[in-house]
């Protein structure tokens, strides 16, 4: 059974500062997702990760993937307000592609 | 990015009863998911739903409790039946847009039952 943990759970930063949030998983996986959620709110596709080294960057949130260590990161850069979300990690650990295991997902919070 | 429609918003029900859950997607789609979110967790994988064939379900589901219909390539339902209030939950429908695009959610369906 495929598990996939993120930590930390709860994270509350100030504006301005950085921090990385993990995501380890237990099996052989080469696709990774990051998502984010809104409270009250969908899902929301901010990375996809095929491959080992693969890094992807979008404003403040840059993702990479290590399938050696079954580990991905999403580090946050000088930190802002509107980046108060729920952040979920998901891999895809069927040969057909599609079926995701999620993380317990990281709350982030940022103060002003 | 897929638009992707549900119906139900948001329902309150009584235990006992059934609900069913309707997903519409702007284009055809080969698979279909149905995953359920339970308060303050994380989203968990019911089923797989593609068109033409019975539904796949994960462990822990079953079809006589989450019946899923997939008449064609863009439209799918799941039905929440003899509903307790454990199935107070989210409930989201997702497709699959590719190897590099991964899947796209719906907006989901809140459902509480009392």
């Known amino acids: 059974e495929l598990k996939v943990e993120q930590n930390p759970l709860f994270l509350s930063m100030q504006e301005g500062k950085n921090y990385t949030i993990y995501c380890n998983y237990s099996t052989t996986s080469d696709r990774l997702y990051w998502y984010r959620q809104d409270p009250g709110k969908s899902l929301e596709s901010l990375f996809v990760l095929l491959s080992n080294g693969a890094v992807k960057q979008e404003g403040r949130l840059m993702a990479s993937l290590d399938t050696k260590a079954r580990l991905s990161t999403l580090h946050i850069t000088a930190a802002v307000h509107d980046l108060s979300a729920t952040y979920f990690c998901a891999v895809d650990y069927d040969s057909s592609g599609s079926r995701l295991t999620f993380g317990e997902g990281t709350q982030l919070t940022v103060n002003p | 990015s897929a638009v992707i429609s549900q119906k139900p918003s948001r329902d309150i029900c009584q235990r006992g009863t059934s609900l069913t859950i309707q997903c519409q997607v702007d284009?055809?789609?080969?698979?279909m998911f149905w995953y359920r979110q339970q308060p303050g967790q994380s989203l968990t994988l019911i089923a797989t739903a593609n068109q033409g064939s019975e539904a796949t379900y994960e462990s822990g589901f079953v079809i006589d409790k989450f019946p899923i219909s997939r008449p064609n390539l863009t439209f799918s339902t799941l039905t929440v039946s003899n509903m307790s209030p454990e199935d107070s939950s989210i409930y989201l429908c997702?497709?699959?847009?590719?190897?590099?695009?991964?899947?796209?959610f719906g907006p989901g369906t809140r459902l509480l039952v009392l």
């Open positions: 284009s055809q789609v080969t698979m």
């Open positions: 997702s497709v699959e847009r590719g190897r590099r695009r991964g899947q796209y």
